[in-house]
């Protein structure tokens, strides 16, 4: 699965420090795919057995959250840390999971 873009999301909590960005990707989020992003790091937290299953990836200046059949992912991470946890993500998926 392949990166196609990252776009600043019209969901904002600029207020707070904290913006949010869509990864948007080649394909639907699969099972497979959402269970490898547990190597990004952080607390990780799957709810497969939902009928719209999603995930939770949360550290301290970043949290990724999606759902099993949507094309993209939203990333919220703190202002300070937007540019530097961003481009380690997007290495992450092209580094270990793009096919």
């Known amino acids: 699965m392949k990166?196609?873009?990252i776009i600043e999301s019209r969901?904002?909590?600029?207020?707070?420090?904290w913006f949010a960005y869509?990864?948007?990707l080649d394909a639907p989020l699969d099972k497979a795919f959402i269970r490898n992003l547990r190597g990004i790091g952080g607390s990780f937290v799957?709810?497969?057995?939902?009928?719209?299953?999603?995930?939770?990836?949360?550290a301290d200046h970043y949290i990724l959250k999606g759902v099993v059949?949507?094309?993209?992912?939203?990333?919220?991470?703190h202002g300070?840390?937007?540019e530097e946890e961003l481009e380690r993500v997007k290495r992450y998926i092209k580094t270990e999971m793009e096919q």
């Open 3 to 5: 990166v196609l873009q």
């Open 11 to 17: 969901e904002r909590c600029a207020e707070a420090g």
């Open 22 to 24: 869509d990864f948007l």
């Open 46 to 58: 799957f709810l497969e057995v939902l009928k719209n299953p999603f995930f939770k990836l949360e």
């Open 69 to 77: 059949g949507n094309d993209f992912f939203r990333m919220a991470v």
């Open 80 to 82: 300070d840390y937007a």
